[in-house]
């Protein structure tokens, strides 16, 4: 197969290989909610509330408008129940543009790169 081959083919291989193996992760999660506060270039200083129901991964974000989506996905996170430890996205914004935030653990909080929308920022956590 040719290198274009390829690179037009790896998008959909990467999506369905990705998630298969959290399918279950989702069912076997239970109820989580942490208050984050918020630093960084994506918006103003705040604090966030970020929760889960029990046998869900959708993230529901709630509190004061630093800028970050207010929708995510704890499927990929490090441990499904303690958001403090990263690994979770949170997707979308206000405007509906598409902004994507990965989180991960550094400097005793999560810090993420947001790609999308009009902005590229950064954002710090710090859980309270």
């Known amino acids: 197969m040719s290198l274009a081959g390829l690179l037009l083919l790896s998008p959909f291989m990467m999506g369905k290989g990705c998630y ?14 942490v208050v984050f506060d918020v630093t960084g270039t994506c918006g ?16 529901d974000v709630t509190g004061d408008d630093v800028g970050l989506p207010m929708k995510g996905n704890r499927s990929h996170a490090v441990d499904i129940d303690d958001l403090t430890k990263g690994g979770w996205r949170l997707e979308g914004n206000s405007s509906e ?26 954002a710090h956590l710090q859980a309270q």
């Not at 399918?23 to 989580?32: K, S």
């Open 44 to 59: 103003p200083a705040g604090r966030l509330t970020i929760s889960s129901w029990a046998g869900s991964c959708t993230l």
């Open 20 to 33: 298969e193996r959290h399918d279950g992760v989702c069912e076997a999660a239970g109820a989580t909610e």
């Open 97 to 122: 543009q598409g902004m994507l935030c990965e989180f991960h653990e550094s400097d005793g909080g999560l810090e993420a790169r947001c790609d999308g929308g009009e902005l590229d920022c950064t």
